[in-house]
């Protein structure tokens, strides 16, 4: 059984950085690629980033690129995801996800974690 389990959420200023962590568990790195989506309340689930499981390949939506940067550690089994330059509407619920195939947002992702709030406060 593939677990998720994301950290590294919390409160923040605007224009701070954070950097999220996936660590996972169950499952032979080498056979999963790794996924982030955020959802904010009342809003439908957004796909940021996703890396492919040998680390070489990155995909992102267009709206997140430039602040977000997607990476993993294969030994470690943990993706991160590095938030720089926050603002408060990126206060949202942060996801990570796991797939053998997805790479982007509309791909169905088998695996998820809880999640981890983050609050970018102005």
């Known amino acids: 059984q593939v677990r998720l389990a994301e950290s590294g959420g919390g409160l923040v200023q605007y224009g701070d950085s954070l950097k999220l962590s996936c660590a996972a568990s169950?499952?032979?790195?080498?056979?999963?690629?790794l996924g982030w989506f955020r959802q904010a309340p009342g809003k439908d689930r957004d796909f940021i980033a996703s890396?492919?499981?040998?680390?070489?390949?990155?995909v992102y939506a267009d709206s997140m690129k430039g602040r977000f940067t997607i990476s993993r550690d294969i030994p470690k089994n943990t993706a991160y995801l590095q938030m720089n330059n926050l603002q408060p509407e990126d206060t949202a619920t942060y996801y990570c996800?796991?797939?053998?195939?997805?790479?982007?947002?509309?791909?169905?992702?088998?695996?998820w974690g809880q999640g981890t709030q983050v609050t970018v406060s102005s």
């Open positions: 169950g499952y032979t790195s080498s056979d999963y690629n």
């Open positions: 890396i492919n499981w040998n680390g070489a390949s990155t």
């Open positions: 996800a796991a797939d053998m195939t997805a790479v982007r947002g509309r791909e169905p992702w088998a695996y």
